[in-house]
Protein backbone atom coordinates (compact mmCIF):
# COMPACT_ATOMS: atom_id res chain seq x y z
CA UNK A 1 0.00 0.00 0.00
CA UNK A 2 1.28 3.71 -0.75
CA UNK A 3 -0.53 6.59 -0.17
CA UNK A 4 0.97 9.76 -1.88
CA UNK A 5 -0.39 13.32 -0.20
CA UNK A 6 -0.27 16.56 -1.75
CA UNK A 7 -1.74 19.74 -1.34
CA UNK A 8 -0.20 21.51 1.62
CA UNK A 9 0.98 24.61 1.92
CA UNK A 10 1.14 28.39 3.12
CA UNK A 11 -2.25 30.33 3.57
CA UNK A 12 -3.64 33.40 4.98
CA UNK A 13 -6.20 33.59 7.72
CA UNK A 14 -8.93 32.36 6.08
CA UNK A 15 -7.46 30.98 2.68
CA UNK A 16 -8.50 27.63 1.39
CA UNK A 17 -6.58 25.01 0.70
CA UNK A 18 -7.44 21.42 -0.39
CA UNK A 19 -5.29 18.25 0.11
CA UNK A 20 -5.13 15.20 -1.73
CA UNK A 21 -4.57 11.57 -1.13
CA UNK A 22 -4.00 8.82 -3.28
CA UNK A 23 -3.93 4.89 -2.38
CA UNK A 24 -2.06 2.77 -4.86
CA UNK A 25 -1.00 -1.17 -4.49
CA UNK A 26 -2.74 -4.15 -4.55
CA UNK A 27 -3.96 -7.08 -2.20
CA UNK A 28 -6.32 -5.22 -0.14
CA UNK A 29 -10.10 -3.49 0.31
CA UNK A 30 -10.08 -0.28 1.59
CA UNK A 31 -12.61 0.65 4.95
CA UNK A 32 -12.02 4.07 5.78
CA UNK A 33 -9.76 6.84 4.98
CA UNK A 34 -9.03 10.04 6.33
CA UNK A 35 -6.61 13.03 7.44
CA UNK A 36 -5.04 13.15 10.99
CA UNK A 37 -2.86 16.29 11.66
CA UNK A 38 -0.33 17.16 14.43
CA UNK A 39 1.23 20.29 15.65
CA UNK A 40 4.12 20.89 16.81
CA UNK A 41 4.28 20.01 20.86
CA UNK A 42 1.16 18.29 20.40
CA UNK A 43 -0.68 14.78 19.59
CA UNK A 44 -1.88 13.80 16.36
CA UNK A 45 -5.19 14.28 16.21
CA UNK A 46 -8.43 13.34 13.94
CA UNK A 47 -9.66 15.50 11.58
CA UNK A 48 -12.05 13.92 9.30
CA UNK A 49 -12.16 10.50 8.07
CA UNK A 50 -14.75 8.70 5.67
CA UNK A 51 -15.37 5.25 4.99
CA UNK A 52 -16.12 3.38 1.68
CA UNK A 53 -19.72 3.97 1.99
CA UNK A 54 -19.36 7.94 2.18
CA UNK A 55 -20.23 8.01 6.11
CA UNK A 56 -17.96 11.00 7.29
CA UNK A 57 -16.78 11.81 10.32
CA UNK A 58 -15.23 15.36 11.17
CA UNK A 59 -13.67 16.84 14.09
CA UNK A 60 -15.47 19.07 16.09
CA UNK A 61 -12.75 21.85 15.44
CA UNK A 62 -13.22 21.90 11.96
CA UNK A 63 -17.01 21.38 11.50
CA UNK A 64 -18.36 23.64 9.05
CA UNK A 65 -14.93 24.67 6.88
CA UNK A 66 -13.59 21.23 6.64
CA UNK A 67 -15.12 18.48 4.40
CA UNK A 68 -13.46 15.08 3.51
CA UNK A 69 -14.26 13.78 -0.14
CA UNK A 70 -13.51 10.62 -1.82
CA UNK A 71 -13.12 9.09 -5.49
CA UNK A 72 -13.36 5.22 -5.28
CA UNK A 73 -12.70 4.62 -8.46
CA UNK A 74 -9.34 6.87 -8.13
CA UNK A 75 -9.09 5.68 -4.35
CA UNK A 76 -8.17 9.37 -3.44
CA UNK A 77 -9.50 10.97 -0.81
CA UNK A 78 -9.84 14.87 -0.43
CA UNK A 79 -10.18 17.35 2.45
CA UNK A 80 -11.09 20.83 1.69
CA UNK A 81 -10.51 23.29 3.73
CA UNK A 82 -11.76 26.28 4.25
CA UNK A 83 -11.77 29.51 6.61
CA UNK A 84 -8.45 28.09 7.58
CA UNK A 85 -7.45 29.78 10.91
CA UNK A 86 -3.58 29.87 12.22
CA UNK A 87 -4.85 26.90 15.26
CA UNK A 88 -4.86 24.50 11.46
CA UNK A 89 -1.09 24.95 11.06
CA UNK A 90 0.20 21.10 11.54
CA UNK A 91 1.44 18.74 9.81
CA UNK A 92 -1.37 16.90 8.12
CA UNK A 93 -1.23 13.03 7.47
CA UNK A 94 -3.13 10.75 5.38
CA UNK A 95 -4.29 7.34 6.61
CA UNK A 96 -5.99 4.22 5.49
CA UNK A 97 -7.63 1.55 7.31
CA UNK A 98 -8.04 -1.47 5.12
CA UNK A 99 -8.42 -5.61 4.86
CA UNK A 100 -5.44 -7.91 3.68
CA UNK A 101 -7.52 -9.79 0.94
CA UNK A 102 -5.35 -13.01 1.50
CA UNK A 103 -5.87 -13.27 4.76
CA UNK A 104 -8.66 -10.94 6.12
CA UNK A 105 -6.03 -9.36 8.50
CA UNK A 106 -7.17 -5.28 9.50
CA UNK A 107 -4.25 -2.98 9.01
CA UNK A 108 -3.63 0.96 9.26
CA UNK A 109 -1.47 2.69 6.82
CA UNK A 110 0.11 6.39 7.13
CA UNK A 111 1.37 8.17 4.18
CA UNK A 112 3.54 10.88 4.20
CA UNK A 113 2.69 14.13 6.24
CA UNK A 114 2.04 17.54 4.21
CA UNK A 115 2.13 20.48 5.69
CA UNK A 116 0.14 23.68 6.14
CA UNK A 117 0.97 26.62 7.58
CA UNK A 118 -1.84 29.07 8.14
CA UNK A 119 -0.25 32.79 9.16
CA UNK A 120 -0.54 36.32 8.05
Known amino acids: VQLQASGGGFVQPGGSLRLSCAAS????????MGWYRQAPGEQRELVAI???????NNANSVKGRFTISRDNAKNTVYLQMNSLKPEDTAVYYC???????????????WGQGTLVTVSS
Open 25 to 32: GSGFSIVR
Open 95 to 109: NLDGITVSNGSNFKH
Open 50 to 56: ITSGGNT
